[in-house]
């Protein structure tokens, strides 16, 4: 794991000088694109649609465009802006972490302490835990400036990016009235206690990756022409057809078939305890 990113985090007068990692990772294949006729590699050039000659990255600035007029924004023009230089993540405020709208929690980051003593680091790790609280901050990375959340998972204090309230949209449409029964609220609860249980992440698979990986290996293993549907199976029709189901109907069958799953469940697990 490599850092991208050093500095400090400034809590009052206590600085706590700490290393940036990425905190996630994408598990999806790579893949690139080739012309389907010879499998030729696809590139992208970097052309000018004034004199259409390909350009080096070293000549290419940045431009606003209002959709009237442009300006052009130099490489020195950014560079001296003044938050370009920060290495420092400040300690705004302290909030209850329940009023961090869900909507706006952006990538997240793992501060590692750097230096000899880790004991600022520990101590704004406890103040965060004893506080029930995050620390909201403000931090420069990659060249803009940014809005996140300090809090604590597993010792380590993560650092999770939030974005800025006029990046939220209004949803510009209207939920249509529709009368909900009492017989059909008190079934969706019975469906949902049905389903209630502890979150573990880890019994769920990216089914579309696997099966494109499992792809990706019968291809290299027995060439291009392979059979897809011996490798996974006939494709299942659409049973429904689209028809309207009738939403009580549709509530009860859940109920049953969630009970019925249960009780297999149950039934496997007593017979492994009792063997």
């Known amino acids: ?47 000018c649609q004034v004199c259409e000659k390909v350009i080096d990255y070293k000549n ?33 405020q302290f909030v209850p972490s329940a009023q961090i709208d869900s909507m706006v929690l952006d990538k997240s ?3 590692e302490p750097a230096g000899r003593s880790a004991k600022s680091y520990v101590l704004l ?9 995050v620390a909201v901050v403000t931090f420069t990375l990659r060249s803009k400036t940014r809005l996140g959340v300090l809090r604590v998972r597993d010792e380590v204090i993560v650092l999770q990016g939030l974005r800025w309230a006029d990046e939220l949209r209004e949803p510009e449409f209207q939920i249509p009235s529709s009368r909900v029964s009492q017989k059909e609220q008190e079934m969706a609860a019975s469906l949902v206690e049905s389903y209630s249980e502890d979150f573990d992440p880890g019994r769920f698979a990216d089914e579309y990756q696997d099966q494109l990986q499992t792809l990706i290996e019968e291809k290299l293993e027995h060439g291009e022409e392979i059979d ?38 149950a039934s496997a697990g007593s017979q492994k305890k009792s063997a």
Do not use: C
């Open 228 to 265: 897809t549907e011996a490798t996974f199976g006939a494709a299942e029709d659409d049973q429904d057809g689209g028809n309207v189901v009738d939403l009580m109907q549709a509530l009860k069958e859940s109920v049953d078939q969630r009970r019925k799953s249960s009780g297999k469940s």
């Open 1 to 47: 794991m490599r850092a991208i990113w050093s500095g400090e985090v400034s809590f009052g007068l206590v600085s706590v000088p700490v290393k940036l990692y990425s905190a996630t990772t994408s598990h999806d294949v790579s893949l690139h694109q080739v012309h389907d006729a010879d499998g030729g590699r696809i590139r992208y050039q970097r052309r």
């Open 109 to 111: 980051y793992y501060l």
């Open 125 to 133: 790790r406890r103040t965060l835990e004893e506080a029930e609280r």
């Open 60 to 92: 290419i600035d940045r431009a606003y465009d209002d959709g009237e007029t442009s300006v052009i924004i130099t490489k020195d023009e950014l560079q001296d802006l003044p938050a370009d230089e920060s290495k420092e993540i400040s300690v705004e």
